[in-house]
């Protein structure tokens, strides 16, 4: 089974991807993970990659298609941060034949709310925010820790990131119902409904 999912940044997609893979027992492969990855290896490519997100740049899909191709295995993955743009997707489509494409999809207004409030423990780790809310205030209920916002997490930010998104990864949607293998989920609903939506999609394609 070869999944993508898709959504806009908060939309929980990382979140479910994980909760997916574990499981149906796949390969959760995240295009941000495997940068990290790469770039605590220190590989050329890392570095080349490394060098144009410092200046703001965009990698060139290539790169990104390069670092994919090198960590997709055969079968039994899901995808989550790749594709991006329509390029991208035609690229991934020379090389392998998706199953599913899971469409988290939330109003650009959710987002921007969910950014804001989302407030994460500097000690475990924990994400707090719209549906997951500390019992004392920005404190992490399993640690104890202050927790704090990611500088990131602002309107403004937000808001170009959401712009991106609708410019560049919104067409994969039509790309992929046209090729009958799109699917939308609301990804307005908590992280369980979401998952068992998710997951009734998915025994469709069985
Ligand atoms: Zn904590």
């Avoid at 570095?47 to 295995?73: F, H, Q, R, T």
């Amino acid at each position: 089974m070869k999944l993508i999912i898709l959504g806009k940044p908060s939309s929980g997609k990382g979140t479910q991807a994980k909760l997916l893979a574990e499981k149906l027992n796949l390969k959760h492969i995240s295009t941000g993970d495997l940068l990290r990855e790469e770039l605590k290896l220190k590989t050329p490519l890392a570095k080349k990659v490394e060098s144009y997100m410092k200046a703001g740049s965009l990698v060139p899909d290539s790169w990104i298609l390069e670092l994919i191709k090198n960590n997709l295995p055969e079968d039994n993955y899901i995808l989550d941060g790749f594709p991006r743009s329509l390029s991208q997707a035609e690229s991934l489509a020379k090389i392998t034949k998706i199953n599913l494409v899971l469409d988290l999809f939330c109003e650009d207004d959710l987002i921007i709310k969910r950014t804001i409030r989302r407030r994460i423990c500097p000690n475990c780790g924990a994400i707090y925010g719209s549906t997951l809310i500390p019992k004392v205030k920005d404190i992490c209920d399993k640690c104890g820790s202050g927790l704090y916002q990611r500088p990131d997490d602002n309107e403004k930010t937000i808001k170009n990131r959401l712009q991106v998104y609708n410019n560049d990864t919104s067409p994969l949607i039509d790309y992929y119902k046209k090729r009958n293998i799109y699917s939308k989920v609301d990804g307005s609903l908590s992280i369980k409904e979401v998952q068992s939506l998710a997951l009734k999609k998915i025994t469709t394609i069985k």
